[in-house]
């Protein structure tokens, strides 16, 4: 089993800065990406946000190229996300994500995917 617990959330004025952080506990060792993403008001798809992973490295959505990074600490087992230059259209709930290896490329793991409760992030303008 695998738990994630986001924290980080909170509401800033257009042009601030937030730092989300995901601590994951349980089986770590056979995580393989690791991604923010976001949902908002009214829509029910989450889209996604920036991503890392050891093959591709880091990826983000266009629209926050340049404003948002993605690290992760695998001492501590955490994923962040620093965002910066926060915009009103930025305005979601932030879920962590984490992706597990699959059996046949780990046979120490069993694939799947887990999902923090997610925490709230407001930009106002």
């Known amino acids: 089993q695998v738990k994630l617990v986001e924290s980080g959330g909170g509401s800033v004025q257009a042009g601030g800065s937030l730092r989300l952080s995901c601590e994951v506990s349980g089986d770590t060792l056979c995580m393989r990406d690791m991604s923010w993403y976001r949902q908002t008001a009214g829509l029910q798809e989450r889209e996604f946000v920036s991503?890392?992973?050891?093959?591709?490295?880091?990826r983000y959505r266009d629209s926050v190229k340049g404003r948002f990074s993605i690290s992760k600490d695998n001492a501590k087992n955490t994923v962040s996300l620093q965002m910066n230059s926060l915009k009103p259209e930025d305005t979601a709930l932030y879920f962590c994500?984490?992706?597990?290896?699959?059996?046949?490329?780990?046979?120490?793991?069993?694939?799947?995917?887990?999902w923090g409760h997610g925490t709230q992030v407001t930009v106002s303008s």
């Open positions: 991503g890392i992973d050891v093959v591709h490295g880091t």
């Open positions: 994500e984490i992706e597990m290896y699959t059996h046949s490329a780990n046979s120490m793991c069993h694939g799947g995917e887990y």
